[in-house]
């Protein structure tokens, strides 16, 4: 059924060309095609010109100076300039912690943000977390 039915004109026959392809085929699967000399004298220069040089005595892992502290931070901060502006809104947060501004009240109204003011006792830890949800 799904064989074809009308293959006269087909490109591929099989038939005696096939068969003397074949030996061909063979032919030169048998023989591995080996590149010259000279192409493996020009790798090998390319190969030798990109390695490193060869260093005189062992190095020495002593003189590196550990990574400290402050660089990590400094690094994972973005530079000094992120190390800056962490300082700077650290600064701000104390300051306005300290001695708020009287313009800052009007946001919550004075005293309203207080744990006293809703109702929550600050020592028990229970009703903290109750409020966190």
Same mark, same amino acid.
């Given at each position: 059924?799904?064989?074809?039915?009308?293959?006269?004109?087909?490109?591929?026959?099989?038939?005696?060309?096939?068969?003397? #392809?074949?030996?061909?085929?063979?032919?030169?699967?048998?023989?591995?095609?080996?590149?010259?000399?000279?192409?493996?004298?020009?790798?090998?220069?390319?190969?030798? %010109?990109?390695?490193?040089?060869?260093?005189?005595?062992?190095?020495?892992?002593?003189?590196?100076?550990?990574?400290?502290? #402050?660089?990590? #931070?400094?690094?994972?901060?973005?530079?000094?300039?992120?190390?800056?502006?962490? %300082?700077?809104?650290?600064?701000?947060?104390?300051?306005?912690?300290?001695?708020?501004?009287?313009?800052?009240?009007?946001?919550?109204?004075?005293?309203?943000?207080?744990?006293?003011?809703?109702?929550?006792?600050?020592?028990?830890?229970?009703?903290? %977390?109750?409020?966190?949800?």
């Amino acid at each position: 059924m799904t064989e074809r039915k009308d293959t006269k004109g087909d490109l591929f026959q099989v038939g005696t060309d096939a068969a003397g #392809l074949e030996s061909f085929f063979a032919e030169a699967r048998a023989e591995a095609p080996q590149p010259g000399g000279d192409f493996l004298a020009r790798i090998e220069a390319q190969a030798l %010109a990109e390695q490193p040089a060869v260093r005189s005595g062992v190095p020495s892992r002593a003189a590196q100076s550990p990574i400290g502290v #402050l660089r990590q #931070l400094r690094d994972a901060l973005g530079g000094w300039a992120g190390m800056a502006g962490l %300082a700077t809104a650290c600064a701000a947060g104390i300051w306005i912690g300290v001695s708020p501004p009287d313009g800052l009240t009007i946001f919550w109204g004075g005293d309203a943000a207080a744990l006293g003011t809703i109702g929550v006792d600050p020592l028990s830890s229970f009703d903290l %977390a109750l409020m966190e949800g």
